[in-house]
């Protein structure tokens, strides 16, 4: 029987009692029963991305999950509608082509889809092997906090526009996945 492998990027997990943990601490524990869980860690170089997925077939992975920053990461919220595209576009295609090519499932959080110029959806977007979107998430909690006393103020509704619903969890070679994006570990 051949087993599902899973590679894991990102830089956030939680444990089994939903206590945030790392992911090297993790996927080690993971990797005492599988040897099939690669792990890779994001970056800003534009086009890193679409290596990454190659790298987990070349390990013989059945499904690459990518959990934030996919396609960039704004450094304003300018320049983050600047560069987003809609999940037509040429990004998410060449993510669909690249799902075919390798056979591989494809889970990428963090797409910033253009819905207008002055706002996008955060998308976590699932390819399948035959590189069709099986399933879209559009985050529908935005994190929005003010706190005049520290000088923090982050307003993610100022640009995101919320999703309208929460989709059924997806039948994948590696079990069935739920589409979320979430900053709190408790959701998980």
Known sequence: MHMKR??????????INHSPCGVAPALSAVKTHSQGVGVTSGTRRTGIHLEWPTRARALQMDCFIQ???????????????ALAEPLDGPLVKKYCILAKNLKLWLSLGGIHEKVSDEKVSNCHVVIDDNGNIASVYRKTHLFDVDLPEKG??????????PGSKIVPPLETPV?????????FHKIC
């Open 175 to 183: 079990g069935n996945v739920g589409l979320s994006i979430v900053s």
């Open 152 to 161: 923090i103020k982050l307003m993610e509704s100022k640009y995101v526009l």
């Open 67 to 81: 959990e934030k920053g996919c396609d960039y990461i704004g450094e304003s919220i300018a320049e983050t509608l």
């Open 6 to 15: 899973l590679a894991v990027s990102g830089s956030y997990v939680v444990n």
